[in-house]
């Protein structure tokens, strides 16, 4: 059975070296997009650490993490979304009423089991 939990801030410290790990590997697929290292990763996840209203829903199954999900509004301090403030001033809309949804990452070996639904 698979298990899912939802972590916000500090809660996500813990679970950096693990979900850094998942995203470097995955994303080795996609090299045209980026390569990853672990102080960038760990870096990038801070921004979520930091900030209480981001969320990390992770996916387990026999107390292992075979997904994940971050996002983190767009109102925020995180170096990812830093530039998001400066588009949404030229536009009618708040980037308060707005999160960014950083990456759904789901092993390769739990794919089409509705994992993600």
Do not use: W
Not at 65 to 87: M, Q, R, Y
């Amino acid at each position: 059975m698979v298990f899912y939990k939802i972590y916000r801030g500090k809660e996500v410290l813990p679970l950096i070296p693990v979900i850094a790990k998942m995203r470097i590997h995955e994303f080795k697929n996609y090299p045209y997009l980026y390569y990853g290292n672990l102080e960038y990763e760990k870096e990038y996840l801070q921004g979520f650490a930091l900030n209480t209203h981001s969320c990390l829903v992770v996916a387990t199954k026999d107390d292992k993490i075979i997904g994940f999900v971050t996002a983190l509004p767009l109102k925020s301090n995180a170096d990812i979304v830093k530039e998001a403030e400066v588009i949404f001033s030229t536009s009618d809309m708040n980037s308060e009423d707005f999160f960014y949804l950083g990456e759904f990452i789901i092993n390769k070996d739990f794919r089409g089991h509705g994992i993600a639904s």
